[in-house]
Each structure stands twice: as C-alpha cells, then as structure tokens.
C-alpha cells in the first residue's frame, strides 16, 4: 500500500477509535493553547486534543497535497508515558505505533 493511502487509513482508525473512547471534542483549543512551541503542545492541550487538532488535519493536509511526509516520528513513546496502561488506551498507542513506523518508513511518497 501506498504510504499516502496508509497514513489515511491509520488516521481514519485513530479519529474513530477517539471518538469511540470519547476523547474526540467539538469544541477546538483556544488560540493560545495552538500556538504553543512546545512538542505535542504538551504545556497547553492533552494529547489527544493535539491529535484531534494539530496532527491529524496537518497530516491530512499533506496527504491531500501529496506533499512530503514526516520522515521521523515519535509520537507512540510520547503517548505511552502520557496516558495509562489500559485497554483502551493500548489500542490507541498501537495505531500510533504504526503511524510512527508508516511515516518512518514511508519510502516514496
């Protein structure tokens, strides 16, 4: 598969099983909460608001513009230290485990 038809897929599964655990909000951060510099805007937001927010439309845009991909991510240590070891949890830091390794080793993209 495709790297771009990948990432989708990943996201696609990421927005649902957020939504399915409630974690996916309709309210969006403040503006000051997106502007943060901080990695996953860790001082600001949770992280799964940053993944609602700022991660997954960025990804979503790129893929859209076919543009170039992310050759490193971290996201899935980060999350594993940020929320607890339960089930659904879990699942969500093994999607994140393959967005991780799908942008890692994206090749051509």
Known sequence: MRTYARVT????L?????????????????????AS????????MSLQAWLQWQLVPR???????????PARSAIAPYAEVRWPQSPPYLALVA??????????????R
């Open 14 to 34: 990421l927005e649902t099983a957020l939504c399915e655990q409630g974690l996916w909000t309709a309210l969006p951060p403040t503006p000051a909460a997106m």
């Open 95 to 108: 999607l994140l485990r393959d967005l991780d390794a799908t942008l890692e080793g994206g090749g051509v």
């Open 37 to 44: 510099r901080m990695p996953f805007c860790c001082d600001t």
């Open 59 to 69: 990804l979503r845009a790129i893929v859209e513009a076919q543009g170039p991909l």
């Open 9 to 12: 897929q990943v996201l696609d």
